[in-house]
DNA sequence: CTGAAAGCGCTTACAG
DNA sequence: CTGAAAGCGCTTACAG
């Protein structure tokens, strides 16, 4: 298993012809007479050579391969759902371009280092919730780039949701059906000083809730709303809703920003032997294929995650392949959608309005 | 975002130093005077210059990353929760070593094809079920690679599960319940031939159910026995099903080699109103988180997959490391447990034994 | 159809 | 503590 020391050079001596022919024989094999290929090929198979692809890279600058830049370690990050759909819409367009995948966690803990040394053509960057530097990073490396769920940044390409939006609805629902004293379950961002400096996902799906708590007078402040802020697993929802269960006014409703942590709320509310909806409404954010199964079924505002690995891929290809820089910065915006089920219901004092 | 053109030479003459002065900033800084170290990062911040990864990968013969190489694309891989998983357990030896991991799926549907391309330091090979020369080929890409789900080699590293053993038990189990007519739904792989060309997991698996059937007099051949291949995937369970379900004689038992077309047999089973365990009992191969949760739950052989997954990458990291090849081939072997649970039962004609 | 030459951008002994 | 030189292995014009 020693290192293989064959090199371009050794096929072109043994079949007695350039390192040029050898090279062709392998990347534009028209070329060459059928003769002196099988030649080459002949001699490559005898030497047991194989080509390196770092020199490769380094001469055609070119990697085929992509790069997703990720928020946490890899097995944490692939404990959530939602990464494996938004993998396999990334995957699609690889495999429709012939390319790889490079999946690259941040390296001694940060984001920020692991950029110079990934080989990649471009980068699809997640869950850059807050920027410490990685964009000034990304644009020194002077390969393209996407953000997805993460800080929106002027002039950055990125594949963006509608979740304000779909927040709102959900919200409005909730109070249409009396609940007033509601809690929000946020991801947790290591972002000091609460929600008002929030960015990225998380502001977004709070201001959705704040504009429609707005028009009933309500706003995060008010002594009936409650934040907290939890990992994004489904530990983080049991976690939360113990912690919500325990204060001496309790929400009527749970609105968590990630369904994986909606799951979690669900199965400690079960341990607890509170019934959803009629103790508690409970609802979630993504739809993933599991919240329908979920007893009772999760509400929750359904996004395109594979769609979204996808679009992001698919940008990354154009300005990849584009000979020079796109004069239109590629902003795309995918709408959601609010699915209303079992788990939420009217307020336990008021019933069905 | 044009490429970036700034090379380790420029950065040298702003700060007025040699090439190497600049790369010992970036690789090892204490042997530069803090003033030298401060000018030259000035130099390249100004300059906005980035490491060429392909340049360094070239020189260092090093490109501190994994490969997993996959049997089929990655999107279709990704639908198996089984993979998301197996990448958990790599990815935690990766975090560990400070390695990036690429997902190396079949170019232009060969796995042979992209073996030459991908730049790692080793590779792990996923589902190799029958070798078309991908091990040649691996073996003259000279650089340590670990067989995981794939068909043995002598000579070869890999990480093996006793599979014989716990399909024995399963099948063993089978029968003391009294059934006598089973069917063996078995993961699709291109052979010709049927079951006796099988390969690789396939063969071991069947391998432990037809020790386990002779003790009983009967074989893979005997008319009561039907064998048949589905795609692993839920819709292949979910034709498999109907397909058994309409021969003449229906089996008591349907012994999955997956749990994810045991999810898609039950699916089938409820919607064509067949009771699991009475009428037919169910069985998969994995354990799954879901396995635990289907209705009733599946009866299953658990095997380690994540476990599979960390030793795989671990021993891929120690033959990277070692200086020289080691002189034991590492075949490790695993586990495997019998899970009793819901999905089976005594055979209907003979109610419990 | 084939070959000689240049160069991709970096790191690593080596010399001072 | 710093610099000049060599070379990692390949591909790509260019000339013939």
Redesign the interface.
Known sequence: ?????ITIQDVANRANVSKSAVSLAYNDSKKLSEATLQNILRAAEEL???????????RT?R???LGLLLPQ???K???N?YY?QF??????T??QE?L??????P??GSMLK?I????VDGFIVSGLEYDRGEVT?L??????FVLVDSEWHEGVPSVELDETEGMRELVDYLLRQGHRRIAFIAIETDTAGGYQNWRGPVQRRMQGATESLAQYGLSPESDSITIVETPCTRLGGVTAFRTLWAQDERPTAMVAFSDIIAFGILDAAREAGVDVPSQLSVSGFDDLSEAS?TMPSLTTIRQPI?TKGRLAAEYLVE?ITAS???DTTHQQRLSTALLLRGSTGAAPALGPT
């Open positions: 298993m020693a290192r293989n020391r047991g050579y194989s080509q390196d692809p770092a020199a490769r890279m380094l600058q990697t085929d391969s370690q890899l097995d990050v692939l404990e759902p494996t993998l396999q819409g990334i995957g699609q690889c495999q012939g790889t995948l490079l999946l690259v966690p390296l001694r692991a110079p040394y990934a080989a990073a644009r020194q490396r002077g390969i393209p199964w594979a300005a020079s820089p796109p």
